[in-house]
């Protein structure tokens, strides 16, 4: 049975090292070599991750057992009243098991906690990722470049879903 369990600061490095196994996989016809490991360095080194743990980003893990699937990474924004989804990464031999809709459902539901009504997330406009998204109701509602840095760009579209709150 697939678990979602919340992350604590002791779990950072192994939410390094997921992102480290799947970025070659999930980026590896997107980006350039170079761009990857930047960006790598720059949104996961530990220092990183902790600053957004610090910051209220909050960390999920998907396991099966004691094995981990994946994981993500939420952000409430209550003067917005929006649920931000950060990340999700799952391990390649994890995808298409319906792991990242559980993700993504955990964390609309603690969006319905907070009375919010909507989630949003960027996604790389070529990542194979949309189709997932599109699947689960998000729509494309902006396209936008990001700058991240020597010379680098985050071509990402933002998605939103809206969720039901009673």
Same mark, same amino acid.
């Given at each position: 049975m697939i678990t979602i369990e919340v992350a604590g600061k002791k779990d950072l490095n192994l939410i390094q090292k997921i992102a480290y196994q799947v970025w070659p996989v999930a980026y590896g016809e997107i980006l350039s070599k170079e761009? $990857?490991? /930047? $960006?790598?360095?720059? *949104? /996961?080194?530990? !220092?990183?991750?902790?600053?957004?743990?610090? #910051?209220?980003?909050? *960390?999920?893990? !998907? #396991?099966e057992g004691d094995a981990v699937l994946g994981f993500a990474g939420f952000e409430h924004f209550d003067v917005l009243e929006r649920t931000k989804i950060h990340k999700i990464y799952l391990l390649p031999e994890s995808q298409g098991k319906g792991v990242g809709k559980l993700l993504v459902d955990y964390i609309g539901t603690r969006a319905i906690e907070k009375q919010f009504e909507t989630l949003l997330l960027h996604v790389n406009r070529f990542n194979k990722a949309l189709g997932f998204y599109e699947k689960l109701g998000f729509k494309i509602i902006e396209e936008v470049d990001i700058e991240i840095g020597n010379g680098y760009l985050m071509e990402d579209y933002v998605m939103e879903r809206l969720l039901s709150v009673k």
């Open positions: 761009q $990857m490991v /930047y $960006m790598l360095e720059s *949104f /996961y080194s530990i !220092a990183t991750l902790s600053d957004n743990y610090d #910051k209220g980003c909050h *960390f999920i893990l !998907a #396991k």
